[in-house]
C-alpha cells in the first residue's frame, strides 16, 4: 500500500497542472462554502463539466479540492457574521464568533485553518487504509451482494435525510424509476424513452444533479433576494502560536478520529461529525466551563471533526460506491463520469487513480492551510457579495455545464427541470439526496439483480445465500427502524418546540 | 401538521398514478423467456411504490378525518412578488433555451446575464454591462477555450471567427 501511495505521489507531482488543481479546487471551494446559501455540493456539481476532457485523477483532484475547501469555507461566515455557511460548520460557529466578539478573530480563522486542514490530513490517512480494507473484503462480492449492497445504500440513506423515512424511501423510488428510462442495460432495448432521441441513453446525470443541487439552490436563494447582507470586517487569520498548537493538538487528533469514524458510517453527515467531537471535546476538557463562550478547543474540535467527517464520508463511497450525504453523492456521479466505476473494483482496476487522488487529498490538507490563512483577509468582502450578481452567474454556469456534457440544449431543458422538481421538493421538505442516488444507484442494481437471478435460474434465495447478504439485509431493516425512530424523535422535539411538524 | 399530511397524501397519489403508469407502459416489453426480463425491475418498483403509496394515502385520510377542521389550514405563504422572480428565473432559462441556437452563445448569455442582474435589483447600467461582458467572457473561456465545448454560434462567434479569434 506503501509503494502504491508513493506511486501516487508520483502520479501527482508528474502532471504539473495537478498542483494547479489543487490551489484552484481549494480556492473555489473556500470560496463556495463561505458564502452563506452556495454549498460545496453546488461548486462540484458545477465544476464537473470542466473536468470531461481531463485525465481521470485530475479531474478527481479538482473535485475533491473543491469538496475539501467548501468544508473548510463553510465555517468562516459563521465566525465572522454568526451566518454558518453550511448546516456541519454551525458547531464552530459557537466559539469561533464568541472568540470574534472578543476581538480574536484572527485566532479564530487561524485555529479554524489549521484544525481543518490537520483534520482533513488526518482522516485522509484513515481513509488510505480503511478504504483499501474495505475494498479487498468486498472484492468477494458476486451480483447477489452488489444488489443488496445498492439497496443497502438506498435504505440507509433514505432514513437518515430529510425528515421523514416515508419520504426518503419514496423519493429513492423515484430515482430508481428515472434510472429505467432509456436503454435497459442487459437486453438493450428502449424504455420510457417515448420515441425521444436524447432519453435513448436515460437521464444524463450531469444535467440531473445540476438541476437538483444548483439550479434548485439557486430558486430557493431567490426568495432571500432582499434580506440585507450582513457586513463583516477585514481581518486577517493568525496560525496560533506553539503553545496553542500543542494545546489542542490532543483535541484535534481525537475529534479527526471521530469525525472520520461518524462520516464514514452512510447518512449521519459532518453535521454530527462536527457536533459529537465538540461535545466530547467539552465532555474531556479542564475547563468545560469556557465551551460556548470563545473556548479555541471548541473550535478545533468541531472543524476537525467537521474536515475529517467529510473525509471519511468518502471511505463507502469509494469502496462500496455508497456516498454518505450530498456532496459524496455528486461526487459519485463525478467518478462515473470520468469513466470510473465506483466499488471494490476500482480498487484493482484504477488503483493508479484512487492512490493518486488520495496522495492529491495529503497535500490538499496542507495548501488548505496555506490558501486559507492567505484568502482569510478577503473573505469577509467576498461574503458580502450581493446575491443579484451572484445568482445570475450561477444560472449561466449551471446552463452551460448542463450543456456541455454532450453539447446538446435538451439537457439544460433536463436540468431545468430537475431544478424545479428540487425547488418543489424542497419547498415541501423532501429529500434530493436520494433521487440522485437511486439514480446512480439504478442501473447497478437492476443489472445486478437481473444477474443473480439468471445464474440462479430464478430462485429468489440466491440473495440470502451468503452472509455478506443477510448481514447487509438485516443492516438495512435496522437502518429504516432506527431512521424511523429519531425522525419520530426529532417531529416530536420540533413539534414540543412549537415547530411545525409530521412524523410518518 | 395538516400541511405536511396534506403533502404526503399529494405526493402518494402522484406516485399511485406513476406506479399504475408504469405498469401499463411495461405491459406491452417483450417477455423474456428467462426468469428475468426487460420489465421486471420497473414492474417490480411499481408494485413496491403503488403499494407504498396506497398506505401513505390510507394513512393521511386517517389522520386529517382525525385533525380538527381549523387546524394549521394554511402553510406559510410565499411572497407574491418572490413567486413572480422565480416565475420569472424559469422563464428566463426557457427563453435562453429558446433564442441560444439562434442568436448564439455570446449575444444571448450577455443579454441573459444583463437583464437578470437588472431585474434582481442592480440599477447602475454601467455595473449591469460590465458584470455581462466580463461575465460572459469568463465562461467562454473557461468552458469554450479551456474545456473546448462548441458553443451554439451566432452574429458575434462568426465576427470573432472572421477576424481570427473564434
Not at chain 2, 405491459?27 to 403503488?50: H, K, N, Q, W
Request: hydrophobic residues 55%.
Amino acid at each position: 500500500m506503501i509503494e502504491q501511495l508513493l506511486a501516487g505521489f508520483a502520479l501527482t507531482f508528474s502532471h504539473p497542472f495537478n498542483i494547479v488543481l489543487i490551489f484552484a479546487g481549494i480556492g473555489i471551494g473556500i470560496i463556495l462554502g463561505a458564502m452563506p446559501g452556495l454549498t460545496a455540493t453546488m461548486g462540484i456539481a458545477i465544476a464537473l463539466p470542466l473536468t470531461f476532457g481531463m485525465e481521470p485523477e485530475l479531474g478527481l483532484t479538482l473535485l475533491a479540492s473543491i469538496f475539501i475547501g467548501g468544508i473548510h469555507g463553510g465555517g468562516i461566515p459563521g465566525i465572522l457574521i454568526r451566518t454558518p455557511g453550511t448546516p456541519a460548520s454551525a458547531a464552530s460557529m459557537i466559539d469561533g464568533f464568541e472568540l470574534s466578539k472578543q476581538g480574536q478573530a484572527s485566532l479564530a480563522l487561524g485555529v479554524h485553518a489549521f484544525s481543518s486542514s490537520t483534520g482533513s490530513f488526518l482522516s485522509t490517512i484513515i481513509l488510505i487504509f480503511g478504504s483499501a480494507a474495505l475494498a479487498n473484503f468486498a472484492l468477494d462480492f458476486g451480483p447477489a451482494e452488489f444488489f443488496i449492497l445498492a439497496i443497502f445504500g438506498l435504505t440507509v440513506v433514505s432514513s437518515v435525510t430529510g425528515r421523514s423515512t416515508l419520504r426518503g424511501l419514496f423519493m429513492a423510488g423515484l430515482g430508481l424509476l428515472l434510472s429505467t428510462v432509456g436503454i435497459d442495460p442487459i437486453r438493450g432495448y428502449p424504455r420510457f424513452s417515448f420515441g425521444v432521441y436524447e432519453l435513448a441513453d436515460g437521464f444524463s446525470l450531469v444535467p440531473a444533479l445540476i438541476g437538483l443541487f444548483a439550479i434548485s439552490q439557486v430558486l430557493v436563494e431567490i426568495m432571500t433576494l432582499d434580506v440585507p447582507i450582513i457586513q463583516a470586517e477585514r481581518v486577517r487569520a493568525r496560525l496560533p502560536n506553539a503553545k496553542t498548537i500543542r494545546s489542542i493538538m490532543p483535541t484535534i487528533f481525537k475529534s479527526s478520529v471521530l469525525g472520520t469514524l461518524i462520516g464514514a458510517i452512510p447518512g449521519p453527515g459532518a453535521v454530527l461529525g462536527s457536533f459529537i467531537p465538540y461535545a466530547e471535546a467539552k465532555r474531556s476538557s479542564k475547563h468545560p466551563e469556557k465551551f460556548g463562550k470563545g473556548a479555541i478547543e471548541g473550535v478545533a474540535a468541531a472543524e476537525a471533526g467537521n474536515n475529517a467527517a467529510a473525509i471519511g464520508a468518502l471511505i463507502p463511497t469509494l469502496t462500496l460506491g455508497i456516498p454518505g450525504e450530498a456532496a459524496t453523492a455528486v461526487l459519485l456521479g463525478g467518478l462515473m463520469i470520468l469513466g470510473l466505476r465506483p466499488g471494490p473494483m476500482l480498487f484493482v482496476e484504477n488503483a493508479h487513480v484512487v492512490y493518486s487522488v488520495f496522495a492529491s487529498l495529503l497535500i490538499a490538507a496542507v495548501v488548505l492551510l496555506f490558501l486559507a490563512l492567505i484568502m482569510a483577509k478577503h473573505m469577509g468582502k467576498l461574503i458580502t457579495v450581493p446575491k443579484k450578481l451572484l445568482l445570475p452567474a450561477i444560472l449561466l454556469f449551471c446552463i452551460v455545464g448542463s450543456y456541455a456534457i454532450r453539447n446538446s440544449i435538451f439537457d439544460v431543458g433536463i436540468a431545468l427541470g430537475f431544478g424545479l422538481l428540487g425547488f418543489a421538493l424542497n419547498r415541501i421538505d423532501y429529500p434530493t439526496v436520494p433521487i440522485l442516488l437511486g439514480l446512480i444507484l439504478g442501473p447497478i442494481a437492476e443489472s445486478s439483480f437481473r444477474r443473480a437471478l439468471l445464474v440462479s435460474r430464478g430462485d429468489p434465495m440466491i440473495f440470502l445465500s451468503s452472509t455478506v447478504s443477510i448481514v447487509l439485509i438485516v443492516l438495512s431493516v435496522l437502518s429504516l427502524v432506527f431512521g424511523y425512530r429519531l425522525t419520530s424523535s426529532i417531529n416530536r422535539q420540533a413539534k414540543s418546540a412549537g415547530l411545525n411538524s409530521d412524523s410518518d | 401538521m395538516s400541511r405536511d399530511v396534506r403533502n404526503d397524501l399529494i405526493v402518494a397519489g402522484i406516485f399511485a398514478i406513476l406506479s399504475v403508469g408504469v405498469i401499463i407502459g411495461t405491459s406491452d416489453y417483450p417477455v423474456s423467456e428467462r426468469a428475468v426480463g426487460i420489465r421486471t425491475f420497473p414492474l417490480i418498483l411499481a408494485l413496491l411504490l403503488g403499494g407504498l403509496s396506497i398506505l401513505v394515502i390510507v394513512r393521511s385520510v386517517l389522520i386529517l378525518r382525525k385533525m380538527p377542521r381549523n387546524e394549521d389550514q394554511a402553510g406559510p405563504a410565499i411572497d407574491k412578488r418572490v413567486v413572480t422572480q422565480i416565475v420569472i428565473t424559469v422563464v428566463g432559462v426557457a427563453v435562453y433555451i429558446a433564442v441560444v441556437s439562434t442568436g448564439g452563445f455570446i449575444i444571448t448569455s450577455v443579454l441573459y446575464l444583463g437583464v437578470m442582474a437588472y431585474y434582481f435589483g442592480e440599477r447602475r447600467l454601467w455595473m449591469v454591462a460590465t458584470y455581462a461582458i466580463v461575465g460572459v467572457i469568463s465562461v467562454y473561456l473557461l468552458f469554450g477555450v479551456l474545456a473546448r465545448v462548441p458553443f451554439p454560434e451566432g452574429p458575434a462567434e462568426q465576427i470573432l471567427s472572421t477576424i481570427g479569434l473564434g
